[in-house]
């Protein structure tokens, strides 16, 4: 749902100039440097970008879900770090707090996170539990008027760089799955917390990720979200569900970035005495492209609007998400076949962007676990 046109395309114009001017222009220097400017970092906490998804009340813009895919596909647009640096704090790092959390949760994180005055993350991922997030094996033991809590998180995005962590531990272990499991808000100081170093990725070089290891760290009961033990399992799910459609919307504008590119250098290489636009192989590895794009950016619309309706979109986040990933590392490989040995250059961004989509297929759900739960709601739907 848009409540008003005229300020989201002030906003979408603001964002759009934003990336053009500030954002592309510098993303060789993050490739090179692996690190976001802090001028550039400056800037988005001027332009309220760390608190986008978060209610005014708190001092973010409260976007709804339409908003922000619209705001996403301009994003996408420029190197996915960028997008990475301001992700956590608008969805994974602060929607569960948001949804689940107190009243003194929220007054005391949320305001912070919308300011950009601190970086979330979000520990879910383990070394043995990734897919199957209900296996993980950090536990968090009760003992007086806090808890202790042991284990290691894999691949968490902006570690490094974190004030607060959302930890998703095991409060009861005589319960197996997903419904012995907790969430908790723990601060990046707390003694006990250890970061591992970063993580040499393929591509996306200024996103950050790194182990994130708890070793006896005690937290308060106030720390537990909602107060509430044994319902995290839930609380990962309902910022999962939103995390998808977002970074649905993220590869719709990557997409986009790299069929501008392809386009614009079509037209301009010459082969055999004209533009190789003119030859119809190209022309049919646009189209498709074009074609493609359309389709999965009508897919993110439509599952957006319906979440803001109240729907239960898991189904439709699933489909958009798996899409949408998909198509986009199609269309970065036609980027790179277009180009030809070009694109194999660093020169061209085509190649970095082909690299830098990959993980779109990887997290918030692989392209195989949004197939499951896909299937698993269409025969759970035709049961009933």
């Not at 332009?47 to 908003?67: H, K, Q």
């Not at 996408?76 to 107190?102: E, H, M, V």
């Not at 296996?135 to 998180?153: C, H, M, P, Q």
């Not at 003119?278 to 590895?285: K, Y």
Request: aromatic share 8%.
């Amino acid at each position: 749902m848009i409540r008003d046109q005229e300020t989201l395309q002030l906003l979408l114009d603001s964002i759009g100039s934003f990336v053009k001017e500030e954002l592309i222009p510098r993303e060789e220097e993050v490739a090179e440097s692996d690190e976001i400017p802090e001028d550039i970092a400056s800037q988005m906490r001027e332009l309220g970008l760390f608190g986008l998804t978060i209610p005014e009340e708190f001092g973010g813009l409260g976007v709804t879900m339409e908003e922000e895919v619209n705001i996403a596909f301009e994003l996408g647009r420029t190197s996915p770090a960028f997008r990475s640096f301001i992700g956590t704090n608008n969805g994974i790092g602060s929607i569960g707090i948001l949804l689940d959390g107190t009243d003194e949760q929220k007054a005391h994180y949320l305001p912070r996170l919308a300011s950009g005055e601190i970086l979330s993350a979000f520990c879910l991922t383990e070394p043995d539990s990734g897919s199957d997030a209900a296996s993980l094996r950090t536990t968090a033991v009760k003992e007086g008027n806090g808890y202790f809590i042991n284990g290691t998180k894999r691949y968490i995005t902006n570690a490094p760089h974190a004030g607060i962590f959302t930890v998703m531990a095991r409060t009861n272990s005589d319960v197996k799955g997903a419904k012995g499991i907790s969430a908790f808000i723990v601060e990046a100081n707390t003694p006990g917390i250890t970061i591992g170093k970063r993580d040499k990725k393929m591509g996306q070089k200024g996103a950050h990720t790194a182990d994130v290891i708890f070793d006896n760290v005690w937290v308060p009961v106030s720390a537990l979200i909602g107060e509430q033990e044994d319902v995290g399992f839930k609380t990962a799910m309902k910022v999962l569900d939103k995390g998808r459609l977002h970074i649905a919307a993220i590869a719709v504008g990557a997409a986009e970035r790299v069929l501008d590119d392809s386009l614009r250098f079509a037209m301009e290489r010459q082969q055999f005495g004209k533009p190789i636009a003119d030859f119809q192989l190209i022309q049919a590895m646009l189209a498709d492209s074009k074609a493609e794009i359309y389709a999965a950016r009508c897919m993110v619309l439509d599952a957006a609007r319906k979440r803001d309706e109240g729907k239960n979109v898991s189904t439709e986040a699933s489909c958009a998400k798996m899409f949408a990933t998909e198509m986009c590392s199609r269309v970065a490989d036609r980027g790179v076949q277009i180009h030809g040995g070009a694109g194999y250059i660093s020169e061209y961004a085509v190649e970095r962007f082909y690299r830098d989509v990959r993980l779109f297929r990887l997290y918030e759900g692989t392209t195989q676990i949004q197939q499951v739960i896909i299937a698993r709601n269409m025969i759970r739907e035709a049961q009933q």
